[in-house]
Antibody, heavy 121, light 109 residues
Framework: EAQLVESGGGLVQPGRSLRLSCAAS????????MHWVRQPPGKGLEWVSG????????GYAGSVKGRFTISRDNGNNSLYLQMNTLRPDDTALYYC??????????????WGQGTTVTVSS | QSALTQPASVSGSPGQSITISCSGTYSDVGNYQLVSWYQQHPGRAPRLMIY???KRPSGVSSRFSGSKSGNTASLTISGLQAEDEADYYCCSYAGRLYLFGTGTKVTVL
């Protein structure tokens, strides 16, 4: 059974950095695109970033472009999100999600349970 | 890019059909056959219900169906059941990024 487990969330001060990790199991990790989606408390879903199977292409939401960097390690079945210059409006539950295909664009069919990031002084 | 527009809430009685709309632009919904729909129960991770506008993942009830016309996509739930009460989000590819909808709370009366 496909499974995603996020880690690395926590409380961080504005302007600081945090790195999220997502450990994948139960499927051939390097066959699929991978994504980060976030959900602020009591609000809706926002796609944050995605990366294709071989790291050859990636995309970012406008709200995080230039501050966040997505990466993956296919040898370790892991996805990462480096978050720099964090702001209070980055506070959210961050989900790792698997794309249905190797490219960007397709539906997200496996989701983790999320890791919480709180940006506050 | 802005979020796709969905009604804040839709309700129906058990057994009825409801439709949730998802309004975008020619740059996202109108330009790609890559609209997906997600169901989210409180405190739970989202679940993929529809992908590529009309396709259903295995395990998703045939009561859920998707469609698209121009810049607007729709999710229809037929034979509404109590377990369908949840938040629903549409999502469209928009060229190296995804846009989610504002979300719709479905209430089963």
């Amino acid at each position: 059974e496909a499974q995603l487990v996020e880690s690395g969330g926590g409380l961080v001060q504005p302007g600081r950095s945090l790195r999220l990790s997502c450990a994948a199991s139960g499927f051939t990790f390097d066959d699929y695109s991978m994504h980060w989606v976030r959900q602020p408390p009591g609000k809706g879903l926002e796609w944050v970033s995605g990366i294709i199977w071989n790291s050859g292409d990636m995309g970012y939401a406008g709200s995080v472009k230039g501050r966040f960097t997505i990466s993956r390690d296919n040898g370790n079945n892991s996805l990462y999100l480096q978050m720099n210059t964090l702001r209070p409006d980055d506070t959210a539950l961050y989900y790792c999600a698997k794309g249905r295909g190797w490219q960007l664009g397709y539906g997200l069919d496996v989701w983790g349970q999320g890791t919480t990031v709180t940006v506050s002084s | 890019q802005s979020a796709l527009t969905q009604p804040a809430s839709v309700s129906g009685s058990p057994g009825q059909s409801i439709t949730i709309s998802c309004s975008g632009t020619y740059s996202d919904v109108g330009n790609y056959q890559l609209v997906s729909w997600y169901q989210q129960h409180p405190g739970r991770a989202p679940r993929l219900m529809i992908y590529e506008v009309i396709k259903r993942p295995s395990g998703v009830s045939s009561r859920f169906s998707g469609s698209k016309s121009g810049n607007t996509a729709s999710l229809t739930i037929s034979g509404l059941q109590a377990e369908d009460e949840a938040d629903y989000y549409c999502c469209s590819y928009a060229g190296r990024l995804y846009l989610f909808g504002t979300g719709t709370k479905v209430t089963v009366l």
